[in-house]
C-alpha cells in the first residue's frame, strides 16, 4: 500500500485533479465546497494501471493552513506537486517545494494543471522551464514534468504511468516490528466510537491488540481496522489505516497523538538533531529562539539549542538541540519543520539524531558534535539492528549481507548487541555466534510473541472447553516461515509461556473449567458411569446428553477415557480395569475375552474394546485368543 500526497498553491487545481483521477473529492468539509479552497486534510484512493491500489492525502495550498498540510505531508512514499499553467510558480508552490526538500521526499511528479484553458503551446513550454528552474537543487530535480487538463482529461494517462513508475522505484516502507500511527484526522461513528486515521509507520497493528496513546499515554483496544473503507485484521506499514478502538472518549484523542503498542516507545520533550535553514529565510537561526516544530502529525513550540556554532545563517547547515513544550514520539532518522511562528515563514528543517539524549548539551562541547556526526553517519550496531529489522528472524549470515558489514566486524557488533540486550539469540545451544545462529531483534521477537500469545488467548476465549489452538491454525494465523514458527513456539515452550500437548498449544495458565450448568450437565452423566461402571454409555449416547465441546472437555481434563471410536470408561474406572488385567494375567498366565467379560460382568464389546486399547499401548499382546503381558 502507498501513500501519495499533493502540494502546491492555492487554487491549482490539487483537488480537482485529485477528483479526476480517484472519482472522489477530497474536499470533505462544507466550508470547503462553499469556498472552492481545501482547509483540511482530504482522503482518496485509487488503481493505478499495473491495479496496485494507492491512497491520496490531499493538503492546503493556502499558506493559512500550512500546519494542517505539514500534518499530512510527513508519512507520504511520493509527492505530487500542482502548479497551475495559467499562473505558474507561484509562493506557496515555493514554500511546498521547501518543505518537501526538507522532509527529503525524493519521489515524486509534477503536474502541469489547467493547459486546457492555454491557447498558446510555448506558454506551457515557459512554464515548464520556470518549473525546472525552481526545482534545480532540490531533492525533486529529477521528477518528470505531465501537462494535464481535469476537465478534459488530457495528460491523465499518462500522468497516472508516470506515478506508478516513480512508485515501482520508490523502497516499501520497513516493518521494525513497533507500529505507530500519527493521527491527522479523528472521527466518531455512531454505535462504534472513536475512529483514529493516518499512515501507519514502522509495523503493523491487529484486530484486538492493546494500543497506548501518547502523549496521554491512555489505554485502549483496537475494535476494528480499515483502509479504504476496507475491513483489515490487520494493518500493514505504509498503509492509510482507520482504527477503531474501544476504551476512550474521542476527545480523548486528537490530531498529531499517536496510537503505538504499549511500551514500544518513549515520548521524549528534547532531542538533538541536523538542520537545514532555507536559503530564502528571513534571518539566521539564534540560540534560544522559540519555533513551531512539526514531526508526523504533531506540532508543538520548541526552544532551540544552536551547538557549535554562535548561529546559522540561512543557507548553512548545523546541529541543534530541541528544548519541546509537549512531548512528542521522535525517532532516529525521522524528518521535522521548523516555521517561525509569526509572521509564518518556514525556516528550516532536518533529521532526528538522537531522539533521547541524556541531558542538556555544552553548546561549544567538541565531543558532543563528534558524537552527533558519528550518530548521523550510522554506526555498525545502527546498521546491523536495520538490516536485523528486516526480518522477523534470520541466522547471522543472511544479517552480514544485508548490512553489508565485513564479517568479522558485523560478528563484533551483534556480540555487542546481544549482550545490550538489543539482539537476542534464538534456539542457539552454542555459546559462540556462528554463521548459522539465528537471531532477532528483541522488540520485533517480542512483539510477534505477544501477538502469539494475544492469538491463543483468543482462542480459549472463542473455546473455553477445548484444551488448546491446533499448531497449524496458530502457525497460519501469524503468517510466518515454518522455521521461524518452530523456533517461535520452542523459544516460548522453554520460557514457560505456552504449553505444547501433541497437536495443541494453549496458554500454561489454560485450563479447562466448567461453568455451573456444565458441570451439572456433566455430573448427571458422570453418574450414569458410576452405576454401571463396565457397561458405561457410549461415546455416541455421551455426546447425544452433553454435547461435543462438553463430552471432549470431559476427555481432556481426565474425568474420560476412550479406548475405541465408540467406548469410553471414567479414568477411575478405566484404571482399575487394567490394574486388575495386569493382576489376572500375572496370576493365571493370560486372559481371554470371555475370562475378561466374566471378571467384569460385563459384554464382550466393552472388553474387546478395552483390551485392543492395552495391545496398542504396548501393556498387552495377543496370543491366539488370549492375551499376555508384554
Known amino acids: 500500500m502507498r501513500v501519495i500526497g499533493t502540494a502546491g498553491h492555492v487554487d491549482h487545481g490539487k483537488s480537482t485533479l485529485i477528483q479526476a483521477l480517484t472519482g472522489t473529492h477530497p474536499d470533505r468539509l462544507k466550508e470547503e465546497r462553499e469556498r472552492e479552497m481545501t482547509i483540511d486534510l482530504g482522503f482518496a484512493w485509487w488503481n493505478l494501471p499495473g491495479g496496485e491500489e494507492v491512497g491520496v492525502v490531499d493538503v492546503p495550498g493556502h499558506r493559512d493552513f500550512i500546519s494542517n498540510m505539514l500534518s499530512g505531508i510527513g508519512g507520504i512514499d511520493a509527492v505530487l506537486l500542482v502548479v497551475a499553467a495559467d499562473e505558474g510558480v507561484m509562493p506557496q508552490t515555493r514554500e511546498h517545494l521547501a518543505i518537501l526538500d526538507l522532509l527529503r521526499i525524493d519521489s515524486g511528479v509534477i503536474a502541469i494543471t489547467k493547459v486546457d484553458l492555454i491557447e498558446d503551446p510555448s506558454w506551457v513550454d515557459l512554464v515548464k522551464q520556470d518549473i525546472h528552474a525552481v526545482l534545480s537543487g532540490t531533492s525533486l530535480e529529477n521528477a518528470m514534468l505531465v501537462p494535464v487538463s481535469s476537465n478534459t482529461k488530457q495528460g491523465l494517462d499518462e500522468l497516472q504511468n508516470v506515478l506508478e513508475k516513480v512508485l515501482e522505484g520508490t523502497p516499501a516502507r520497513p516493518d521494525r516490528g513497533r507500529p505507530r ?33 501518547f502523549p496521554t499515554a491512555d489505554r485502549a483496544r483496537i475494535r476494528g481496522l480499515q483502509s479504504h473503507k476496507r475491513k483489515l485484521q490487520q494493518a500493514v506499514p505504509g498503509s492509510r489505516t482507520a482504527m477503531n ?32 535553514i532555507l ?39 548545523g546541529w541543534i538541540q530541541l528544548e519541546l513544550r509537549e512531548p512528542v514520539i521522535a525517532v532516529k532518522g525521522d524528518r521535522y519543520i521548523l516555521r517561525q511562528p509569526s509572521p509564518g515563514e518556514t525556516i528550516g528543517g532536518g533529521q532526528v539524531v538522537d531522539p533521547h539524549p541524556a541531558g542538556r548539551h555544552k553548546r561549544f562541547s567538541a565531543g558532543t558534535i563528534q558524537r552527533l556526526e ?41 556480540q555487542s548487541l546481544i549482550e545490550d540486550g538489543d539482539l537476542i539469540v534464538i534456539d542457539s545451544g552454542s555459546v559462540e555466534l556462528t554463521d548459522s545462529t539465528l537471531l532477532a531483534v528483541h522488540q520485533k521477537w517480542d512483539a510477534v510473541k505477544q501477538s502469539l500469545l494475544q492469538e491463543i488467548a483468543g482462542f480459549h476465549q472463542t473455546h473455553p472447553l477445548r484444551q488448546g489452538m491446533p499448531r497449524q491454525e496458530l502457525k497460519s494465523r501469524l503468517e510466518i516461515s515454518s522455521s521461524i514458527y518452530k523456533a517461535l513456539i520452542e523459544n516460548m515452550s522453554v520460557e514457560n509461556s505456552l504449553r505444547e500437548s501433541g497437536p495443541l498449544i494453549s496458554l500454561t495458565s489454560h485450563n479447562v473449567a466448567l461453568d455451573p450448568d456444565q458441570q451439572a450437565s456433566a455430573d448427571a452423566l458422570l453418574a450414569k458411569f458410576s452405576a454401571s461402571p463396565f457397561s458405561p454409555p457410549s461415546i455416541k449416547e455421551c455426546i447425544s446428553q452433553v454435547g461435543e465441546p462438553l463430552y471432549m472437555a470431559l476427555v481432556n481434563i481426565g474425568e474420560l477415557s476412550p479406548v475405541s471410536s465408540d467406548v469410553v470408561f471414567r ?49 498387552t499382546k495377543r496370543e491366539g485368543d488370549a492375551r499376555a503381558l508384554k
Not at 472521527?187 to 494500543?211: H, I, S
Not at 486528537?254 to 537545514?276: E, I, K, N, W
Not at 486372559?591 to 499401548?617: C, N, P
Open 245 to 276: 478502538i474501544s476504551g476512550v472518549e474521542s476527545h480523548a484523542i486528537q490530531r498529531g497523538y499517536v496510537l503505538t503498542h504499549p511500551g514500544a516507545y518513549r515520548p521524549t520533550r528534547r532531542f538533538d538533531a541536523h538542520v537545514s
Open 374 to 414: 558519528t550518530l548521523i553517519g550510522g554506526t555498525s550496531g545502527e546498521i546491523l539492528i536495520e538490516a536485523a529489522s528486516l526480518f522477523l528472524a534470520a541466522p547471522l549470515s543472511e544479517l552480514v549481507a544485508a548490512s553489508h558489514l565485513d564479517p568479522n566486524i558485523a560478528q563484533q557488533t551483534a
Open 279 to 317: 536559503p530564502e529565510a528571513s534571518k539566521p537561526l539564534k540560540h534560544n529562539t522559540e519555533m513551531k516544530m512539526y514531526i508526523a502529525a504533531s506540532e508543538t513550540i520548541a526552544r532551540i539549542r544552536v551547538l557549535g556554532e554562535k548561529v546559522i545563517d540561512p543557507g548553512d547547515q
Open 181 to 213: 500511527l500519527a493521527v491527522d484526522r479523528i472521527f466518531t461513528m455512531t454505535g462504534f466510537g472513536p475512529v483514529a486515521t493516518g499512515t501507519l509507520l514502522d509495523g503493523r497493528f491487529r484486530v484486538g491488540d492493546e494500543v497506548e496513546i
Open 571 to 619: 479414568r477411575s474406572d478405566f484404571d482399575k480395569m487394567t490394574q486388575d488385567v495386569k493382576t489376572f494375567i500375572t496370576t493365571h498366565g493370560s486372559i481371554s475375552v470371555s475370562q475378561a467379560r466374566d471378571h467384569f460382568k460385563t459384554t464382550r464389546r466393552y472388553v474387546l474394546a478395552l483390551l485392543e486399547f492395552l495391545d496398542s499401548k504396548g501393556i
